[in-house]
């Protein structure tokens, strides 16, 4: 573990643990998995908004990624570590803080070696709160974390959530991809999409990377259509102040054409790509972000080419947001993940965990019929209700044992919990 700068803060540590926490069982509608979550442990975290896991260069071991932020005073990075006896030892794992010098932190997560030709974190920073509001797109490297870069140029009133790479204008090097949204207190809101052009050689130069708008709109998240010979670079982007998704593809003029793909969802929020009901063709996984019943998660199944929906489903809606704060609304982030990473035990279809955010919950959905591609019914299942915000959650075999850990934070209670699915045999 890397000694912390002299004068800093110590690294808050640490966690308790509720081992062995009375078990509830799932799944009981999927014939070919049956899963048990149990509750293995609680981290005492500061404000836990996102978690990613990262491997570290030096000896590939994971990290847990905690972005903390809160409404006033220093946020951080943090990386719990020393996981490969942690799920049963809670006391043995470590807790680094990489940084507190960047504003209100949210997506960080580990970037492609290529990109600034070592291993580190790109972090996507600020949110609408007085005081945080101008982020930034800041690489932190694993080698010296204190030694980040920020690579956009501060706009006030400005800030990201998420950052995707690409070499959009073919020069060999990889651009990042970002979307980023202007939300005073009063006033007119706006989003950009976003491509900042990798400067190449001059990597290390410690200069913002040039700015290339893609489109008004986007304003919080996004992910690109997997490379394809069929369609050139496509970018399924969520408009959350103006209620549409929609994607911008490269031309052949080096412009970005525009398509709205749903205008009637709602505010949202997140999208995920993934083939869902393992039909062979990839299907969007979205949520929109609601303080009403309209709070849902919809799946689209769509053709990439052409980029029309086929079929909109509705895969869990009425969400009750329980947060009494102003602009509570739920859900938050959504991803597809596998129960077992164990040959003979892994389902057909991806599972789905939804981070509930002012629901107040972590849901997951499981698929009812797992070898019919025509059903789209899931089952939901609570599987943590802390009675607190849940951020960003994270899903990880993260000591390596054939069972598969999921991270969830509850922001307002400072707490992560661990849970291990254990194959009912
Ligand atoms: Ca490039
Ligand atoms: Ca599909
Ligand atoms: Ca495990």
């Known amino acids: 573990m890397k000694k912390l700068h002299a004068g800093r803060r110590l690294p808050v540590i640490l966690s308790v643990a509720f081992c062995q926490i009375p078990s509830f069982s799932f799944a009981q509608d999927v014939t070919n998995a049956d899963f048990v979550a149990q509750q293995r442990m609680i981290l005492n975290v500061p404000k836990p908004g996102y978690l990613n896991i990262a491997n570290h260069p030096a000896n590939g071991a994971a990290r847990l990624l905690v972005s903390s932020f809160k409404m006033f005073g220093e946020d951080s990075l943090l990386a719990i570590s020393n996981w490969h006896q942690g799920v049963q030892a809670p006391q043995q794992l470590h807790t680094e803080q990489l940084t507190e010098n960047i504003t209100w932190p949210n997506e960080a997560r580990s970037v492609s070696r290529e990109l600034f030709n070592e291993e580190g ?93 893609i489109g008004r709109g986007p304003d919080v998240h996004f992910r690109i259509l997997p490379s394809s010979p069929s369609y050139p670079l496509t970018i399924i982007s969520t408009e959350f102040s103006a209620k549409k998704m929609s994607a911008y593809r490269l031309n052949k003029s080096g412009e970005f054409d525009y398509t709205v793909l749903d205008d009637s969802l709602g505010s949202a929020f997140d999208v995920q790509i993934d083939d869902l009901n393992r039909d062979g063709q990839l299907d969007l996984l979205v949520t929109n972000h609601e303080g009403d019943l309209k709070a849902s998660v919809f799946a689209y199944e769509f053709d990439p080419i052409s980029l029309k929906i086929h079929m909109r489903h509705t895969l869990l809606t009425g969400i009750e947001t329980r947060q009494k704060a102003i602009k509570s609304a739920s859900p938050g982030p959504v991803m597809t993940f596998y129960p077992s990473t164990t040959e003979g035990l892994t389902p057909h279809k991806p599972w789905i965990l939804v981070s509930g955010d002012g629901s107040q919950k972590a849901h997951i959905l499981v698929p009812r019929a797992d070898r019919d591609s025509k059903d789209w019914q899931y089952q939901e299942h609570v599987l943590w209700n802390p009675t607190s915000t849940v951020g960003q959650s994270a899903v990880a075999d993260i000591d390596g044992d054939g069972r598969v850990e999921i991270f969830i934070p509850a922001y307002d209670a400072n707490q992560v919990s661990v849970f291990t699915l254990e194959p009912k045999l």
Not at 129 to 145: L, R, Y
Not at 146 to 159: A, D, S
Not at 169 to 185: E, S, V
């Open 121 to 213: 974190i790109l972090v996507s920073g600020g949110f609408l709160v007085p005081g945080k509001s101008t982020g930034a797109i800041t690489f932190v490297p694993w080698s010296n974390p204190k030694n980040q870069q920020e690579l956009t140029t501060p706009r006030k009133g400005w800030f990201y959530h998420r950052t995707e790479e690409w070499d959009v204008n073919g020069d060999g090097y990889l651009d990042i991809i970002t979307a980023r949204a202007y939300k005073p207190m009063i006033g007119r809101h706006d989003g950009e999409l976003l491509w900042l052009e990798n400067p190449g050689h001059a990597l290390q130069s410690g200069k913002a990377w040039k700015e290339h708008l």
